[in-house]
């Protein structure tokens, strides 16, 4: 059983499995993290607990990986490196925020002083103040806020109109939820044309539409970055 499981997995030859290593040896891998809440309190009426971590915690893990030798860039600069590096030896890692929400405001200042750049990837529906998710006591960023964001060291992506699964929308969907979410986010001076998948759920045929529509696509299954493959992979900080 097992050994058919690792055949219908990775069904490479000996020359491909030489290659995979030789890759190994030559590029360091760039982590990409994915964080949602970073703040003070914790609050289980409008965050879920796994998608919090306090801000000291956070603070002590960044110091931390400084200290191992990580050097923070954006995801659009990852994304370069990815492309192109044919030997990377320094250790990259990148921070993105899912869902745009109102406890960035208490995050964003300390990166900013630190010189660490930040992806946040928004829900265009959610930036009127009134729209949300699943309970009016979610809080997200106001279309003002977010368009006061205007550091060099911010990038503005896409996580759909709405949050809701890209598998679960048929193509004509997936195509809307973009062009509403380009029209609201594209005016943005830190805009980047990158779509971060809502639960990094996704199939061939919505990887198929975005791209398409010019969308670099973003996931989230702790995969490694080694070079660019169609998608960045993200861990969970
Ligand atoms: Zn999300």
Not at 13 to 25: A, C, E, S, V, Y
Not at 83 to 106: C, M, N, Q, W
Not at 164 to 191: C, F, G, T
Not at 225 to 232: C, E, H, M, S, T
């Amino acid at each position: 059983m097992y050994i058919t499981r690792i055949f219908m997995q990775r069904n490479d030859t000996i020359f491909q499995k030489l290659q995979r290593k030789w890759m190994k040896l030559r590029l360091q891998p760039i982590r990409v993290f994915c964080l949602h809440h970073v703040c003070q309190h914790f609050d289980s009426d409008t965050m879920y607990a796994c998608d919090w971590m306090a801000l000291d915690e956070f603070k002590q893990k960044i110091i931390a990986l400084r200290n191992q030798g990580y050097q923070f860039i954006s995801l659009t600069a990852a994304y370069e490196h990815l492309k192109k590096d044919y030997f990377r030896r320094k250790k990259y890692a990148v921070l993105t925020f899912d869902d745009g929400y109102k406890s960035l405001k208490e995050i964003l200042p300390w990166l900013e002083e630190q010189k660490i750049p930040a992806t946040l990837f928004i829900n265009g529906k959610y930036l009127d103040g009134k729209s949300y998710r699943e309970t009016p006591k979610e809080q997200y960023l106001t279309y003002d806020e977010l368009f006061a964001l205007t550091s060099p060291l911010i990038e503005i992506g896409h996580h759909g109109w709405e949050h809701k699964s890209a598998k679960k929308m048929s193509h004509e969907e997936l195509v809307d939820s973009l062009q509403k979410n380009i029209e609201i986010l594209s005016s943005h001076p830190r805009y980047i044309p990158l779509w971060a998948y809502t639960y990094g759920i996704h199939n061939q045929n919505s990887d198929f539409t975005l791209f398409n529509n010019g969308m670099t696509l973003v996931l989230v299954n702790g995969g490694r970055n080694y070079k660019w493959i169609g998608a960045i992979d993200r861990e969970l900080l």
